[in-house]
C-alpha cells in the first residue's frame, strides 16, 4: 500500500514535469524513453511539422560490442529534398552526436560514435521545407564510452598522426570513405579538456562543396565515415578540410585506389 | 546547449517511478523465477578424461554461462579440471561433481585463458594450484573487474556472489605432473595474449582451450589472427588422439583445428576485401556468411562482433593515407 501510495504521489509529480515538456507536435514513442519530447524540444527546435518516418532507415547492432566504437548507418535516401540529419541518443551526457549537410552527396551516411548506456539512436531528417522526419534504431550496451580517455594516448606518438586521413573514393559506386586520426576527447575522461574536430567539409578540386559533418563528442576517436553519392556525383579526387576547438587544421586531397 | 532543469526533473521522475514500479513487483516474480542451477553432465571421452559440454550459444539468462567446455582428469591425487567456468556456482557445481569421481576431490586446476568464462569459478578452488601461463595472470589481474562487470549485466543472479580470482602458478616448464599424470604444456597465442593447450600424455587427449572450436563461431575480442593461425599449425603437429575443443563437441579427427584455421582466414580476407572496398562497419555485417559457417553456434552474432573487434585496424592498414 505504501509503495502505491508513492507511484500516485509520483504520478502526480510527472504529469506536471510533462506539461513542462510539451513539445507543440505530441508524437507517440515506440521507445516511450520518457525523454524524446525534451529532445524533440532542445535539440530539434521544438518544429511544427515533425513525424516518425520509416523511410528514414537507421541500422546500427542491436548490442554495442566496442562502446568506443559503434557502427551505424543512416539511410534517408528515401526522403526527398533533404537539407540536413541530425544524430542523437535518448541517453548519454552529450545526446548529440552529429549533424550532416548532404550538399551534394546523398542523405547516406556511415559513421562510429561512442555509446555511454543502452538508448535509442534517432535521425531526424529536415527537407529543405522544413518539414522534419525521424528514424531510430535502440542499442543495448554495457556502456561508458564517452568517460573513457581515448586510446591514442596508449601510443606516445599521436601527436604525429593528428588530422591525417586515411581514405579513397570510388567515383563509379558513388562512395568515399575516410578516417581522421584524432583523439576526439569528450572533456568527461579524467582531466583531459574537451579536444574534439568540430567541422569536416568535402569539396571537389573546383572548391565545389559535396557535403559537410558537424561533429560533437560522441563521434569515435579517428572518425570513420562514408558518404555516398549519385552517379557521376563524385570525381577522381576530394578534398576534405577542416579544424578542431583548439585550431588543428584538417586538409587532405583523398583519391580513389587508382590514383594514388 | 539544453534546458537542463526541466530535463532532469523528467528524467529523475521518471526513473523513480521505475524504481517503485520494481519494488511493487520484485517479489512476485523472485518467487516465480525457477531456481538457477547448472545441470553438469562430465561425459567419459578417454581413459581417466571427462568433458563437460557447454551450449554453443553466446551468454544469456537462460543458459546461465554455461558455454564453455571443460575437461576432468583423473590423477592418484585426485581430479586435475581444465577450465572453471563463468561463476562461483559453476565452480562450486563442478568442485560437486570432482568430489563425487574422487574421494580425494580436486588436486589442481588449469586455466587455458583468461577470458571469463574459462576461469571465473576459479574462487572456489583458490587454495588449490591454479596453473596458467604468466601472461593468463597479468591478463587476468587487469581485465577481471571489466569482464566482471559485463558478466554481471549478461548474467545477472547467476552471477551472484563470484569474484574474478585468477590464476595463483604460472607455468614455466614445457611438462606439469599431478600425482602420477603427466600433462604436457604448450604455451601458444593468438586467441588472446597467452593460450594454453595442455595434452594429457596418457591418453593423448589434447585440450585446446579457445584455440580451436567446433561447430561454433570462434571469438575475437583479442584475438591476433596471424599468431592465432600459427598456433593451430603447432597444434595440428601434435596429432592428438582426441580434442576437447574451447567450445563446441568432443573432436575425435581433428576437425576443430581445421575448422577454425579456415574460418580465421575467411575472416582476414573479408574483412580486407570489404576495407578496400571502402564498405562501412554496418555494411560489412550484412555480409552473406559461406554455406560452411552458417550453421556454427552463435552465428551470425560472433561474426558482427568480429567486425567490431577487427575492422577498424584493417582498414586503417588498407585506406591509403592521403596526401595533405
Same mark, same amino acid.
Given at each position: 500500500?505504501?509503495?502505491?501510495?508513492?507511484?500516485?504521489?509520483?504520478?502526480? /509529480?510527472?504529469?506536471?514535469?510533462?506539461?513542462?515538456?510539451?513539445?507543440?507536435?505530441?508524437?507517440?514513442?515506440?521507445?516511450?524513453?520518457?525523454?524524446?519530447?525534451?529532445?524533440?524540444?532542445?535539440?530539434?527546435?521544438?518544429?511544427?511539422?515533425?513525424?516518425?518516418?520509416?523511410?528514414? @532507415?537507421?541500422?546500427?547492432?542491436?548490442?554495442?560490442?566496442?562502446?568506443?566504437?559503434?557502427?551505424?548507418?543512416?539511410?534517408?535516401? =528515401?526522403?526527398?529534398?533533404?537539407?540536413?540529419?541530425?544524430?542523437?541518443?535518448?541517453?548519454?551526457?552529450?545526446?548529440?552526436?552529429?549533424?550532416?549537410?548532404?550538399?551534394?552527396?546523398?542523405?547516406?551516411?556511415?559513421?562510429?560514435?561512442?555509446?555511454?548506456?543502452?538508448?535509442?539512436?534517432?535521425?531526424?531528417?529536415?527537407?529543405?521545407?522544413?518539414?522534419?522526419?525521424?528514424?531510430?534504431?535502440?542499442?543495448?550496451? =554495457?556502456?561508458?564510452?564517452?568517460?573513457?580517455?581515448?586510446?591514442?594516448?596508449?601510443?606516445?606518438?599521436?601527436?604525429?598522426?593528428?588530422?591525417?586521413?586515411?581514405?579513397?573514393?570510388?567515383?563509379?559506386?558513388?562512395?568515399?570513405?575516410?578516417?581522421?586520426?584524432?583523439?576526439?576527447?569528450?572533456?568527461?575522461?579524467?582531466?583531459?579538456?574537451? /579536444?574534439?574536430?568540430?567541422?569536416?567539409? @568535402?569539396?571537389?578540386?573546383?572548391?565545389?562543396?559535396?557535403?559537410?559533418?558537424?561533429?560533437?563528442?560522441?563521434?569515435?576517436?579517428?572518425?570513420? /565515415?562514408?558518404?555516398? /553519392?549519385?552517379?557521376?556525383?563524385?570525381?577522381?579526387?576530394?578534398?576534405?578540410?577542416?579544424?578542431?576547438?583548439?585550431?588543428?587544421?584538417?586538409?587532405?586531397?583523398?583519391?580513389?585506389?587508382?590514383?594514388? | 546547449?539544453? $534546458?537542463?532543469?526541466?530535463?532532469?526533473?523528467?528524467?529523475?521522475?521518471?526513473?523513480?517511478?521505475?524504481?517503485?514500479?520494481?519494488?511493487?513487483?520484485?517479489?512476485?516474480?523472485?518467487?516465480?523465477?525457477?531456481?538457477?542451477?547448472?545441470?553438469?553432465?562430465?561425459?567419459?571421452?578417454?581413459?581417466?578424461?571427462?568433458? #563437460?559440454?557447454?551450449?554453443?550459444?553466446?551468454?544469456?539468462?537462460?543458459?546461465?554461462?554455461?558455454?564453455?567446455?571443460?575437461?576432468?582428469?583423473?590423477? $592418484?591425487?585426485?581430479?586435475?579440471?581444465?577450465?572453471?567456468?563463468?561463476?562461483?556456482?559453476?565452480?562450486?557445481?563442478?568442485?560437486?561433481?570432482?568430489?563425487?569421481?574422487?574421494?580425494? *576431490?580436486?588436486?589442481?586446476?588449469?586455466? !587455458?585463458?583468461?577470458?571469463?568464462?574459462?576461469?571465473?569459478?576459479?574462487?572456489?578452488?583458490?587454495?588449490?594450484?591454479?596453473?596458467?601461463?604468466?601472461?593468463?595472470?597479468?591478463?587476468?589481474?587487469?581485465?577481471?573487474?571489466?569482464?566482471?562487470?559485463?558478466?554481471?549485466?549478461?548474467?545477472?543472479?547467476?552471477?551472484?556472489? !563470484?569474484?574474478?580470482?585468477?590464476?595463483?602458478? *604460472? #607455468?614455466?616448464?614445457?611438462?606439469?605432473? #599431478?600425482?602420477?599424470?603427466?600433462?604436457?604444456?604448450?604455451?601458444?597465442?593468438?586467441? !588472446?595474449?597467452?593460450?594454453?593447450?595442455?595434452?594429457?600424455?596418457? !591418453?593423448?587427449? %589434447?585440450?585446446?582451450?579457445?584455440?580451436?572450436?567446433?561447430?561454433?563461431?570462434?571469438?575475437?575480442?583479442?584475438?591476433?589472427?596471424?599468431?592465432?593461425?600459427?598456433?593451430?599449425?603447432? %597444434?595440428?603437429?601434435?596429432?592428438?588422439?582426441?580434442?576437447?575443443?574451447?567450445?563446441?563437441?568432443?573432436?575425435?579427427?581433428?576437425?576443430?583445428?581445421?575448422?577454425?584455421?579456415?574460418?580465421?582466414?575467411?575472416?582476414?580476407?573479408?574483412?580486407?576485401?570489404?576495407?578496400?572496398?571502402?564498405?562501412?562497419?554496418?555494411?560489412?555485417?550484412?555480409?552473406?556468411?559461406?554455406?560452411?559457417?552458417?550453421?556454427?553456434?552463435?552465428?551470425?552474432?560472433?561474426?558482427?562482433?568480429?567486425?567490431?573487434?577487427?575492422?577498424?585496424?584493417?582498414?586503417?592498414?588498407?585506406?591509403?593515407?592521403?596526401?595533405?
Amino acid at each position: 500500500m505504501k509503495h502505491l501510495i508513492a507511484a500516485l504521489a509520483l504520478f502526480a /509529480f510527472t504529469s506536471q514535469a510533462s506539461a513542462l515538456d510539451e513539445a507543440k507536435v505530441k508524437l507517440d514513442d515506440p521507445f516511450k524513453t520518457g525523454i524524446w519530447s525534451y529532445h524533440q524540444k532542445n535539440i530539434l527546435g521544438d518544429p511544427e511539422n515533425i513525424r516518425f518516418d520509416d523511410r528514414v @532507415v537507421v541500422k546500427a547492432p542491436a548490442s554495442a560490442e566496442d562502446s568506443l566504437n559503434v557502427p551505424v548507418l543512416v539511410d534517408a535516401t =528515401a526522403i526527398p529534398d533533404v537539407k540536413r540529419i541530425v544524430l542523437f541518443v535518448d541517453y548519454g551526457p552529450i545526446p548529440k552526436i552529429l549533424t550532416y549537410w548532404p550538399e551534394n552527396a546523398q542523405p547516406k551516411l556511415a559513421f562510429r560514435f561512442k555509446i555511454d548506456q543502452a538508448t535509442p539512436v534517432r535521425a531526424a531528417v529536415e527537407t529543405h521545407s522544413g518539414s522534419w522526419h525521424v528514424g531510430h534504431t535502440h542499442i543495448d550496451a =554495457a556502456g561508458g564510452g564517452c568517460t573513457v580517455p581515448a586510446l591514442a594516448y596508449a601510443s606516445d606518438d599521436w601527436e604525429e598522426h593528428l588530422g591525417k586521413v586515411n581514405g579513397s573514393v570510388w567515383p563509379g559506386r558513388g562512395r568515399m570513405r575516410m578516417i581522421v586520426d584524432h583523439p576526439m576527447d569528450t572533456g568527461l575522461a579524467g582531466d583531459i579538456p574537451l /579536444f574534439i574536430i568540430e567541422k569536416l567539409q @568535402v569539396d571537389d578540386l573546383s572548391g565545389k562543396k559535396l557535403a559537410h559533418i558537424e561533429l560533437h563528442e560522441p563521434v569515435n576517436e579517428d572518425p570513420a /565515415f562514408t558518404l555516398f /553519392f549519385e552517379d557521376g556525383g563524385l570525381s577522381d579526387k576530394v578534398r576534405v578540410h577542416g579544424r578542431d576547438n583548439n585550431g588543428n587544421l584538417v586538409d587532405a586531397i583523398v583519391g580513389s585506389p587508382k590514383t594514388q | 546547449m539544453t $534546458d537542463a532543469r526541466s530535463g532532469l526533473t523528467r528524467r529523475r521522475a521518471v526513473s523513480l517511478i521505475g524504481t517503485a514500479a520494481l519494488a511493487l513487483t520484485s517479489s512476485a516474480s523472485l518467487a516465480a523465477r525457477p531456481k538457477l542451477v547448472y545441470d553438469l553432465m562430465p561425459v567419459q571421452v578417454a581413459d581417466g578424461v571427462w568433458m #563437460i559440454e557447454g551450449t554453443t550459444e553466446y551468454f544469456t539468462n537462460e543458459n546461465g554461462g554455461a558455454i564453455v567446455n571443460c575437461a576432468l582428469i583423473e590423477t $592418484d591425487t585426485g581430479m586435475v579440471i581444465v577450465d572453471t567456468g563463468p561463476s562461483l556456482r559453476y565452480g562450486e557445481a563442478l568442485a560437486q561433481i570432482a568430489a563425487q569421481m574422487s574421494v580425494s *576431490g580436486v588436486a589442481a586446476i588449469f586455466n !587455458t585463458h583468461h577470458h571469463p568464462d574459462h576461469y571465473f569459478g576459479n574462487q572456489v578452488f583458490a587454495d588449490k594450484p591454479i596453473y596458467a601461463l604468466p601472461g593468463t595472470r597479468t591478463a587476468a589481474l587487469r581485465d577481471g573487474d571489466g569482464f566482471s562487470d559485463n558478466m554481471y549485466r549478461l548474467l545477472g543472479d547467476w552471477m551472484r556472489g !563470484t569474484e574474478p580470482v585468477p590464476p595463483n602458478q *604460472g #607455468i614455466s616448464s614445457s611438462t606439469v605432473s #599431478i600425482g602420477k599424470r603427466e600433462f604436457v604444456i604448450y604455451p601458444l597465442e593468438g586467441h !588472446t595474449g597467452a593460450d594454453l593447450a595442455v595434452l594429457d600424455k596418457k !591418453t593423448g587427449t %589434447l585440450i585446446t582451450g579457445d584455440l580451436a572450436f567446433l561447430d561454433r563461431a570462434p571469438t575475437t575480442p583479442s584475438a591476433d589472427l596471424g599468431k592465432w593461425g600459427e598456433s593451430i599449425d603447432l %597444434l595440428t603437429t601434435v596429432n592428438a588422439a582426441a580434442i576437447i575443443p574451447g567450445h563446441g563437441p568432443f573432436d575425435k579427427t581433428g576437425r576443430s583445428l581445421v575448422q577454425t584455421k579456415d574460418y580465421l582466414e575467411w575472416i582476414e580476407e573479408t574483412l580486407q576485401t570489404a576495407a578496400g572496398e571502402g564498405l562501412s562497419m554496418v555494411e560489412l555485417m550484412d555480409s552473406t556468411i559461406p554455406k560452411r559457417f552458417v550453421k556454427m553456434g552463435a552465428m551470425p552474432q560472433e561474426f558482427h562482433r568480429s567486425v567490431s573487434h577487427l575492422y577498424p585496424d584493417i582498414e586503417r592498414k588498407i585506406l591509403p593515407l592521403s596526401s595533405q
